[in-house]
């Protein structure tokens, strides 16, 4: 399957599969209806796991990428995807869980941590050292990333020689969105230049080369650029094709490689496609499936008050919001307001921190006594349409009673479907 993305660079505008959607979520229910919305389509399935997520100290999953395979591993088994169509990929992977750590420190857990995703059959790894560590500025330049970067390459190749597993390809660039959205309003995101994105792309091949690594530079397959999409709490700063054509032309000068986009979520669909036709062929979503997980959850919660199945117990939303003042510390640095303008960002900002208290035993009770409640309830399609109206006319004839299971899929289906047209899933 690594062949798929080694084909990307050259493939062209209209072919059967021009790009390939990662999908960065280690929510259960993300990854099995995303196996099982892809059991219908051709080619594969890439999954990667974030730094901070996964990594050998467990992250704030408590997955090391051992773990987080055999986690997709069997979702995929459950629902009968073919574990030969999975990619596995580690995105952002350097030092910065352990950035308040000085440099050497930091660096040493992150060679440790690219080694262990390595070693897991991680195929695609995303080095990313762009980031400052204790006493140095919020970000390092070109050049410390790419020598940086280049450790890190020789930490995984001589994982590889320990392991034996395939060679990974790589994926390299320091002009990284926010993880997880821009702390800020936004109106316009300015687009990489095509001067920096060829220095980014000169000076790695220069580290590598000094560190003997021709040969793993020649499995770069993509860059990380910024093309100009970007989303906030409640903004979201759509694809402007005129504004990133010259960035998108520099891919002439880049052969045997495509540009990777961060931070698509919540692009129109034509938005999508226009990233995939101009070179943007590496198209990652996260938080937009969360974002749809949770729409679905809170629509269900009010459809089983209007049912009267409320019953005694707390509904969904106030024990989320009662477990996120409890514990605020995935959201208290990222939002600012008075009380109103925060509640309503714990709950629907775009960057979606609430899905990081999914896990979390309260939630997960509260989630299970809200299914419960609506187990073997056939919900009627007008509560889908005054609550889930994204996806109503999916239930207009419905075939089987529509179950709150099949209304929660078929909310993140709506953005799978949109990622699977624009690269020309087939």
């Keep these: ?91 952002h992977l350097g030092p910065n869980p352990w950035r308040d750590k000085p440099a050497e420190v930091a660096l040493r857990h992150a060679e440790v941590m690219v080694a262990a995703y390595v070693e897991a059959g991680f195929g695609k790894i995303h080095l990313d050292a762009s980031m400052g560590c204790a006493g140095e500025p919020e970000a390092v330049g070109d050049a410390v990333a790419a ?18 597993q395939a060679r990974p390809l790589y994926v390299i660039g320091t002009e990284v969105p926010t993880p997880g959205g821009a702390l800020e309003a936004l109106d316009h995101v300015l687009p990489t230049t095509p001067e920096a994105a ?8 220069e580290a590598f080369a000094a560190q003997g690594l021709d040969d793993a530079f020649g499995r770069v397959v993509g ?25 998108s032309a520099a891919l002439a000068r880049l052969p045997g490689l495509t540009f990777e986009a961060h931070s698509t979520d919540y692009q129109s669909g034509a938005e999508l496609t226009a990233l995939v036709d101009d070179g943007f062929r590496i198209l990652k979503v996260g938080p937009w499936l969360t974002f749809a997980l949770r729409e679905a959850l809170y629509g269900l919660d009010a459809i089983a008050r209007d049912l009267g199945l409320a019953g005694s117990k707390e509904g969904l939303k106030p024990a989320m919001e009662q477990l996120m003042l409890s514990e605020p510390a995935s959201w208290t640095r990222y939002y600012a307001g008075d009380d109103r303008t925060l509640q309503v960002k714990r709950h629907y900002s775009f960057s979606d921190r609430i899905r990081y208290y999914w896990p979390h035993p309260e939630a997960q009770t509260a989630v299970a006594d809200l299914l419960e ?30 179950t709150a299971k099949a209304l929660i899929f078929a909310s993140i289906d709506r953005v799978l479907d949109l990622y699977a047209t624009a ?3 087939s």
């Design 373 to 402: 409640k609506l187990e073997g309830v056939s919900i009627p399609l007008p509560l889908i349409s005054q609550h889930l109206g994204r996806i109503a006319n999916r239930f207009e004839t419905p075939s089987a009673p529509v």
């Design 1 to 91: 399957m690594l062949d798929e993305l080694k084909a990307l660079p050259g493939r062209s505008a209209g072919a059967t599969r021009c790009g390939i959607v990662s999908i960065c979520s280690a929510h259960p229910w993300v990854i099995e209806a995303t196996l099982t919305h892809a059991l219908a389509l051709t080619g594969p399935v890439l999954i990667e796991a974030t730094c901070n997520q996964v990594n050998q100290f467990g992250g704030y999953t408590g997955m090391t990428p051992a773990d987080f395979r055999g986690f997709v591993a069997g979702i995929a088994d459950k629902v009968g995807f073919p574990a030969g169509r999975l990619i596995f990929g580690g995105d």
């Design 423 to 425: 690269v020309r899933a």
């Design 223 to 247: 860059l990380v650029v910024q093309p100009g999409v970007e989303f906030g709490d409640a903004d979201v700063v759509h694809y402007a094709r005129a504004r990133a054509a010259a960035l």
């Design 198 to 205: 060829l220095q980014t792309h000169r000076i790695h091949a």
């Design 147 to 164: 020598e940086r970067a280049a450790r890190l390459a020789k930490a995984a190749e001589a994982a590889v020689d320990r392991s034996g």
